[in-house]
């Protein structure tokens, strides 16, 4: 009897160990981007697109820009703003290959 109540104990144990490791994915503050700016002005190099996930959920979207010592600056851009909304528009047209984000990159040059 003794023996089963100890099974009995460590599977409770075991399982509210596991509750609070899944809750621990769903803070407030676990996006990348606490924050965005809504225009960007210079040469970028890449862009990454973050989708929802636990513990963030916005889509986020983050550029990398080239500077002028040869460094790079990650900023953070407001995804409702006219030109994140353009590049995201690029990144679904062109089905999320990361292979081909520079059709998206290029076209905003153009654009600019």
């Known amino acids: 009897m003794a023996m089963s109540q100890s099974c009995t104990l460590l599977l409770v144990v075991v399982a509210a160990v596991c509750v609070q490791l899944y809750q621990a994915h769903d803070f407030i503050g ?61 990144w679904e047209r062109i089905n999320k290959d990361e292979s081909r984000k520079m059709e998206c990159i290029d076209r905003k040059r153009k654009a600019a």
């Open 30 to 90: 676990r996006c990348s981007c606490p924050n965005t700016i809504k225009f960007i002005k210079g040469n970028m190099s890449d862009f990454q697109v973050l989708e929802k996930r636990p513990g963030c959920d916005k889509t986020e979207l983050i550029v990398t820009m080239n500077r002028q010592d040869n460094s790079t600056e990650k900023i953070c851009m407001n995804t409702e703003g006219k030109m994140a909304k353009a590049f995201l528009r690029c």
